[in-house]
T-cell receptor, first 116, second 115 residues
Framework: DQQVKQNSPSLSVQEGRISILNCDYT??????FLWYKKYPAEGPTFLIS?????DKNEDGRFTVFLNKSAKHLSLHIVPSQPGDSAVYFC???????????????FGRGTQLTVWP | KAGVTQTPRYLIKTRGQQVTLSCSPI?????VSWYQQTPGQGLQFLFE???????NKGNFPGRFSGRQFSNSRSEMNVSTLELGDSALYLC??????????????FGPGTRLTVL
């Protein structure tokens, strides 16, 4: 059962425009969310995270928004650059130590292509 | 500081064989997690080891097993390989036990092909 869902397998955006990647989750126990980026032949690298006590977190061109009531988060990349072309994975976890949820649950990923 | 290393990077096996994959975490990291990545399923959690003990396990059959050594290096083993085991196997390390707030650092993965 996929507890973290990325319903768009791919997204194509022109350079300089905004990229919006979406993620939904089903488990209300999740209270920490992360985005990872993966290039071919490399492992995923951490991009940005957000705790459920916040609804927004920014890091340079990357902003993550969290809507707890809708169990939805999104990653905004502004402006998009060709080097951002990669697979983006959304992940969720519960911070309670000892919880069986204390591991990362990943979505299936969204392939972002930024074209010039 | 060296990153997470995984060996081998590529592996070809036939059905019924067994395979052992190795992961060396970042120096000082004590938690190692393993994931299977396939095109249709994304990253599926296999298991997590901390202080030589399995702390968490995903929904994989018993053919998938692992262990962690006193130096935090980890191995995973897959016995009686099936075609569906063809995947990229990723290892991730973090300083403490794999709590969400501890960033996990991934290795480049081992690409396993089962013929």
């Amino acid at each position: 059962d996929q507890q973290v869902k990325q319903n768009s397998p791919s997204l194509s955006v022109q350079e300089g425009r905004i990229s919006i990647l979406n993620c939904d989750y089903t488990n209300s126990m999740f209270d920490y969310f992360l985005w990872y980026k993966k290039y071919p032949a490399e492992g995923p690298t951490f991009l940005i995270s957000i705790s459920s006590i916040k609804d927004k977190n920014e890091d340079g061109r990357f902003t993550v928004f969290l809507n707890k009531s809708a169990k939805h988060l999104s990653l905004h990349i502004v402006p998009s650059q060709p080097g951002d072309s990669a697979v983006y994975f959304c992940a969720a976890s519960a911070q309670a130590r000892g919880s069986t949820l204390g591991r990362l649950y990943f979505g299936r990923g969204t392939q972002l292509t930024v074209w010039p | 500081k060296a990153g997470v290393t995984q060996t081998p990077r590529y592996l070809i096996k036939t059905r019924g064989q067994q395979v052992t994959l190795s992961c060396s975490p970042i120096s000082g990291h004590r938690s190692v997690s393993w994931y299977q990545q396939t095109p249709g399923q994304g990253l599926q959690f296999l298991f997590e080891y901390f202080s030589e003990t399995q702390r968490n396990k995903g929904n994989f059959p018993g053919r998938f097993s692992g262990r962690q050594f006193s130096n935090s290096r980890s191995e995973m083993n897959v016995s009686t390989l099936e075609l569906g085991d063809s995947a990229l196997y990723l290892c991730a390390s973090s300083p403490q036990r794999g709590f969400a707030t501890d960033t996990q650092y991934f290795g480049p993965g081992t690409r396993l092909t089962v013929l």
